[in-house]
């Protein structure tokens, strides 16, 4: 579903509150790559929780 790095990003920005632009510095990518990354792995996360909804 996703990688160690997906999980992270996501959860540094949207639930620690890091901007990405912040991670993008320490990661050494451009912020758009990084925004594009985190949209890609938020859908297949939600992908994945629609196909085993509870």
């Given at each position: 579903?996703?990688?160690e790095?997906?999980?992270?990003?996501?959860?540094?920005?949207r639930?620690?509150?890091?901007?990405i632009?912040?991670?993008?510095?320490?990661s050494?990518m451009s912020?758009?790559?990084?925004y594009r990354?985190?949209a890609q792995?938020?859908?297949?996360l939600a992908?994945?929780?629609r196909?085993?909804?509870?």
């Open positions: 579903m996703l990688d790095s997906e999980a992270e990003l996501i959860a540094r920005t639930l620690d509150g890091e901007s632009p912040a991670c993008a510095a320490q050494g912020t758009r790559q990084l990354k985190r792995a938020e859908q297949r992908n994945a929780l196909q085993h909804a509870f």
